[in-house]
């Protein structure tokens, strides 16, 4: 069974930095796809950030592309999302999902993927 679990939310003011972790148990990742989405307030469930694991492959959202950086450590089976340059519309619960590659194209839809962590809360202040 599939396990992610994020942390390293919090509060930070715009500018600031934060690093979100994910940690991954259950499986071999080597053939699966991690992501980052987030959900603000009120508003629904969007694609942040996305690596597929063997490769090292990154995919961005535009919104945060320059900013933000997705990485993964395999000893530690973890993936990260450093945040710099937060801003007050970065404010969102951050989620981790995974699934297995099944196509060419990398999956940045909610329905892409099986599996999820409970979320971390991140609050940007002003």
């Known amino acids: 069974q599939v396990q992610l679990v994020e942390s390293g939310g919090g509060l930070v003011q715009p500018g600031g930095s934060l690093r979100l972790s994910c940690a991954a148990s259950g499986r071999t990742f080597s053939t699966y796809a991690m992501a980052w989405f987030r959900q603000p307030p009120g508003k629904e469930r969007e694609f942040v950030a996305g690596l597929r694991w063997s490769a090292g492959q990154t995919y961005y959202a535009d919104s945060v592309r320059g900013r933000f950086t997705i990485s993964r450590d395999n000893a530690k089976n973890t993936v990260y999302l450093q945040m710099n340059s937060l801003k007050p519309e970065d404010t969102a619960v951050y989620y981790c999902?995974?699934?297995?590659?099944?196509?060419?194209?990398?999956?940045?839809?909610?329905?892409?993927?099986?599996?999820w962590g409970r979320g971390t809360q991140v609050t940007g202040s002003s």
């Open positions: 999902a995974a699934d297995q590659i099944h196509t060419m194209i990398f999956a940045t839809g909610i329905h892409g993927y099986d599996y």
